[in-house]
């Protein structure tokens, strides 16, 4: 059974930074591409950046773009999302994702085949 083990979530002031983590386990997915996606209170789940199966090529939503960083390593399974310049609208439950597809490049909310549990970063002003 695949379970997605995420780390790194907390609570961090505005302009700080956070490492989130994300490990597969019950198999490898190395030519699958791994992502993030985020949900609000009272919002939709949506996408925040992911990385092809290579990490040759990145995605960013425009919301995080320049300050957010994803990266893999596909020796220990892993994908990270680095936060930098957090701000109180990035408050949200953090969900790590895995495409369905092999060898696929940037996938939205429909194409997710195994989600984390969640974790939660939250932004003080």
């Known amino acids: 059974q695949v379970q997605l083990v995420e780390s790194g979530g907390g609570l961090v002031q505005a302009g700080g930074s956070l490492r989130l983590s994300c490990a597969p386990s019950g198999r490898t997915f190395g030519s699958r591409a791994m992502g993030w996606f985020r949900q609000a209170p009272g919002k939709e789940r949506e996408f925040v950046a992911c990385i092809t199966w290579s990490g040759d090529s990145t995605y960013y939503a425009d919301s995080v773009k320049g300050r957010f960083t994803i990266s893999r390593d596909k020796l220990k399974n892993t994908v990270y999302l680095q936060m930098s310049s957090l701000k109180p609208e990035d408050t949200a439950v953090y969900y790590c994702?895995?495409?369905?597809?092999?060898?696929?490049?940037?996938?939205?909310?429909?194409?997710?085949?195994?989600w984390g549990q969640g974790t939660q970063v939250t932004v003080s002003s």
């Open positions: 994702a895995i495409d369905r597809a092999d060898y696929g490049l940037r996938f939205d909310y429909s194409r997710v085949q195994y």
